[in-house]
């Protein structure tokens, strides 16, 4: 069965530092990953996602992520944090191939930005 | 477009009462889903559709049922609510081809 491990719970980056924030996923078959970020109080956000090619992919908000097969990883980067950034971030892969009807979440990595 | 709206935001139940969660969406999209998020365990999936008049069971659907009478509606119902059940819940819905989803803004529920 599929499943996501995002190891870290919390993680706390200073403003201006870089980020990143790690995805580690489990799938038989080439895996759909996507990567969300929750705000307090609020829904889930696509910040970008991976189907196929280029394996370095680029989001919203200045994030990138990058997918190594050989690793089963989709770590998700950014160069410099944002207080803004603080938020929940979610790894996801699409479960059940091609044409795939549900995801399957990580348990979550809050971000904290300290000044 | 308001994208997937969620009523209502809040509510407080006591044990045994039933309640109806309403997600809705505009965006005609085939696919629709109900998750729950409690802390420290991520989004799990308690029911989806993948078109009007179809549902399937998720991966924690015990206590609950759904229907989707109309494409844009997607009913969470509580039949007999547990204190197990306080969470948030969240909506979602996608189109059959694209495989993006579309959160609403979430129900936190209390049960009491």
């Known amino acids: 069965a599929q499943s996501v491990t995002q190891p870290d719970i919390h993680i706390t980056v200073s403003e201006g530092a870089s980020l990143e924030l790690r995805c580690n996923y489990s799938?038989?078959?080439?895996?759909?990953l996507f990567w969300y970020v929750q705000s307090p109080g609020q829904g889930l956000q696509l910040l970008l996602k991976y189907f196929s090619g280029d394996t370095l992919v680029q989001g919203i908000k200045g994030f990138e992520a990058e997918f190594k097969r050989s690793q089963s990883s989709f770590n998700l980067r950014k160069p410099s944090v944002h207080w803004s950034d603080a938020a929940e971030y979610f790894c996801a892969v699409g479960a059940g191939g091609t044409g795939f009807q549900k995801l399957v979440f990580g348990t979550g990595t809050r971000l904290l930005v300290s000044p | 477009n308001a994208g997937v709206t969620q009523t209502p935001k809040f509510r407080v139940l006591k044990t045994g009462q039933s309640m109806t969660l309403l997600c809705a969406q505009d965006m005609n999209h085939e696919y629709m889903y109900w998750y729950r998020q409690d802390p420290g365990m991520g989004l799990r999936l308690i029911h989806y559709s993948v078109g009007e008049g179809t549902t399937a069971k998720g991966e924690v659907p015990d206590g609950y049922n759904v229907s989707r009478l109309k494409k844009q509606n997607f009913l969470l119902g509580l039949e007999s609510a547990a204190p197990s059940q306080t969470s948030v819940y969240f909506c979602?819905?996608?189109?059959?081809?694209?495989?993006?989803?579309?959160f609403g803004p979430g129900t936190r529920l209390t049960v009491l």
């Open positions: 979602a819905s996608r189109t059959g081809t694209r495989y993006t989803q579309y």
């Open positions: 799938y038989g078959a080439t895996p759909y």
